[in-house]
């Protein structure tokens, strides 16, 4: 017969019970984790944590948990929207702080209230197995559609999830069993090696099963797919200036342990830490990527140095007396003058000078004579001062003004474009743009041909491309380098690895456009970057509407060759939106130069992971481990005190044993609340004195005396049950000598005094 779990749970359960909730839920902040905002998901996580501890170690019952876990959740709230830089105090607490708090929380709280409701309402509900095997199967099938019908590969979620359900199963099972069939319960405990390794044996391999799923494309193509083909699919090459993406950005290079701008791109792949040191703040009305230098030589393991692709160089002497600056392969398309203001935050210096394509002039705007800068007009490259090696580069310009041309693109006319149209015969001005190296294997140019196939003409065959990249793989700064097999870096990634950063997909989408006959190349800089928020500016107006860049916003990108449409940029990079503009008869709001709220309101934020002070994070979870680890020795007190006697006598002791022995700590327990023994009374002597003393105690002590003296002169047999019951009349015994020295503290003469005159 199945029975519910109700009443008072034990400890062990509802430990384990919390940890399956919190797995479970996990499952969804990781599936959320691309959607919401850093700030958001931060603050889920920690909701989820901090209430599951409380609920584990506040010795309360349930309204007298609640009364704490609500001031706990607000201090939650204030204190990770100020470590996520979107509060800070200002004022006095009341009503100035308050009213900041109502007004600034509100975007954010209902995610945590909500996770936390939907928590305790599991925690409560969830009391017998068929509840438990509805939710599972809920979940189950929730991450089931999300897989088959969105961009996401949710297997290693529902192998977590799997393993929460088989240990909530498992927990309920023996919780169950141990309060049916006490006595077989005792026998299992013998046994608790045996039991736990084929447990922990099954939930291993479901685990491992799961997690270790290949990603093998479907046969049939599912409907969420087809609709995107159908509808033309979404990316970075159509996209107009909407804010950056969620995801973080990358460093290009391999070879450092953090982000930033790259100097060596011959061998990509290594993983890093993201650092959030500033570079650079720009003021721009538009949108744009931060153009830096190009490569257009593949090597199989990165990109060739400029030593190796040599540059067409001339000098510059600056604007304004200086010629306007022409750039190869320029387009017909119409452009959007603009002007960036660039103001270094650092001071390291670089090879070149950073921009918005394609860029008309450059003025210094520091005090300095001008600079040999260096104008590569195929690349679209402004160099300071040579750019062979670090040391060339003294006296970097700390802030400078750059004019750029913005191309508006046509896209209806140039998803229109034949091959024929945009590439007629003779053109041979970008041939070098098409370099693949012999070593290539011929799976990477098969696979492009195949997801391409629909496309009909050259810009949609590059949309379908970039539109695979962006939602096959997954984006991670740490790659599993462990499953390269490969020597070639793109053929490793696309059917190895399977996962990456920016340079993964950028160095992909280049050389699959080759080898489809699409000129492209491979460009790095940075990303956008992020504005301050209206909370923001209020507190530091100085700051002003600018982009701030540092160099987590390090990033690579693919530019693709379209004729006489240019030069345009490809984004397939998962998390990123490449701010492409469109022609004015295409978009309305390709010429509003201002940014809008939702703009604001997506813009890539600082992770809170930067911000926090590790020395307090350490002595935090030390002291919350340190908690928990004395909590539950308390708890398990009465198993230690067995194990240590079991240890000393070199046996298990019988239930004869135990009765005696825990009825003896009872003794010395109730000393401590007054109810002493002297060495020349005997135990009933004793028991007879504290019955006169405390009356309420008769109802446990005789049943108590009664099973200590069987078991201690009695030849009986005293059973398991009767343990039990000795185990359970001796915690009754401490809890009516606690309740009952309570209420003669609180009858002493001053205190009765001051109760009467309160009421």
Known sequence: MKQAVKGTQSFSYRLLSLLWVVIIAFQWVDFTEPIWLTATTNLVGVTVVVMALAELVLPFRTVWKWAVKVPLLLLIWRVMMMESQI???????????????????????????????LMEAILYSMTSRRRILFLLGAHLLAFTILDSFTSYHLWSNVAWLVFAGLGWLVSIHFYEYRLQYPQGWQKLRRRPLKIAVNVMLVFACVLLIGISMPKISPTLTDPYTAWIKRSGGTGGGTTLLSGSGSGSSSSSAPNEVVSGYSRDDTSLGDGFEFSYNPVMSIETPVR??????????????GWADLDDESRDTERYQGAPDAELLVNGQPGKVETMQVEQ?????????????????????????????????????????????????????????????????????????????????????????????????????ERVRNLAEEITAEGTTPYEKMDLLQVYLRQNFEYTNKPDLTRKQSDDFVDSFLFEIQQGYCDYYSTSMVMMARSLGIPARWVKGYAPGSQPSDEMMIRSPELGRSYQVSNADAHSWAELYFGEYGWITFEATPGFDAPIMLAPEESEETLAPEVEEEEQAVSREESFLSGLDWGIVRRVLLSIISVLVAWNLYQWRSELYFLWLRLRLGRPLTPGEKTIYETLRLVKRLGYRGLSRTREETLREAFGRWKVERPQLAETLDPLLQQFERANYSSGTVTAGDWLATRSLVKQAVKVAGDVGWQRFASLPGLSRRNETKR
Request: proline letters at 9%; charged letters at 20%; hydrophobic letters at 35%.
């Open 87 to 117: 509060y800070q105090p200002q004022g006095p607490f009341f009503p100035d702080q308050l009213r900041d708090m109502a007004a600034t929380f509100t975007p954010y709280i209902w995610f945590s209230l909500t996770a936390w409701i």
């Open 288 to 301: 744009s990527y931060w153009r830096g230098e190009t490569r257009r030589i593949y090597s199989g393991k």
């Open 341 to 441: 203001i660039v103001t270094m935050n650092t001071e390291k210096d670089y090879p070149v000078l950073f921009g918005g394509y394609a860029m008309e002039s450059i003025e210094l705007l520091d005090e300095r004579e001008a600079g040999n800068m260096r104008w590569a007009s195929q690349e679209a490259e402004m160099f300071w001062n040579g750019y062979r090696s670090p040391g060339e580069l003294p006296n970097y310009p700390q802030k400078y003004k750059v004019v750029a041309n913005i191309p508006l693109i046509p896209l209806e006319e140039l998803k229109a474009a034949s091959l024929e149209s945009l590439f007629p015969e003779g053109t041979n001005d970008v041939e070098e743009y098409l370099q693949i190296p012999g070593s290539l294997p």
